[in-house]
């Protein structure tokens, strides 16, 4: 799964419109499922980007 969400952070540095929308679309069709460290909501994001061990951005 890593390489697909690389190759949404590639897209998204080449500005190329088509390739992102296309990138974020294969990454949203995915189940995913973000679970609180401790209390909270389980959220299914809309949008999610992650780009490397260290940084996530995602909208819900």
């Known amino acids: 799964m890593s ?3 690389d190759a949404q952070a ?4 080449s500005t190329n ?5 296309e ?4 990454v949203k069709d995915l189940p ?3 679970y609180p460290l401790e209390q909270g909501e389980v959220i299914t994001p809309i949008i999610i980007q ?3 061990a260290e940084k996530a ?3 819900y």
């Not at 419109?17 to 929308?21: E, G, K, M, P, T």
């Open 50 to 52: 992650i780009r490397g």
């Open 23 to 26: 990138a974020v679309g294969a």
């Open 32 to 34: 995913l499922k973000l």
């Open 3 to 5: 390489r697909l969400f």
């Open 17 to 21: 419109d088509q390739r992102i929308i």
């Open 57 to 59: 951005n995602f909208r």
């Open 10 to 13: 590639a897209a998204v540095d």
